[in-house]
C-alpha cells in the first residue's frame, strides 16, 4: 500500500514528491472531489493525505467516508502557516456532528 496527497499547496506537494509520495493539485471542489474519486478506486493507495482546507471544502464525503470506507486511511495535515486552533477545531465537531453552533 502507498500514500498519496492531494494538496492545494504546490510547496507541499513538491516537499511529499522528495519524500517519496506521490500526488496531484487541486484548487477547485469539483477538482478535489475528482482527485478523492480516483483515490479510492486505485486499490494501491492505503493512505491519503488531505491538506486541512481541502479537507474542509469537502468536508461531508470526508466524514463519510472515515465512518463508512475501509480503505484509504484519510488523513488532514495543516498548511505551511500551521492549522486551525484546538477550540476551533472542536466547535466545528460539535456543529457537524451535533448541528449546534456556539
Known amino acids: 500500500m502507498k500514500s498519496f496527497l492531494i494538496s492545494d499547496k504546490r510547496d507541499a506537494l513538491a516537499g511529499m514528491r522528495l519524500a517519496g509520495i506521490d500526488g496531484v493539485l487541486a484548487l477547485t471542489r469539483e477538482e478535489v472531489l475528482d482527485a478523492l474519486k480516483a483515490a479510492i478506486k486505485n486499490e494501491d493507495i492505503g493512505i491519503l493525505i488531505l491538506t486541512e482546507n481541502l479537507a474542509d471544502l469537502i468536508r461531508e464525503e470526508v466524514l463519510a467516508l472515515k ?6 486511511l484519510i488523513v488532514e495535515i495543516p498548511g505551511r ?3 486551525k486552533s484546538s477550540a476551533e477545531k472542536i466547535t466545528d ?3 457537524d456532528s451535533v448541528g449546534i453552533h456556539i
Open 81 to 83: 502557516h500551521g492549522s
Open 93 to 95: 465537531y460539535i456543529r
Open 67 to 72: 465512518l463508512k470506507a475501509k480503505r484509504p
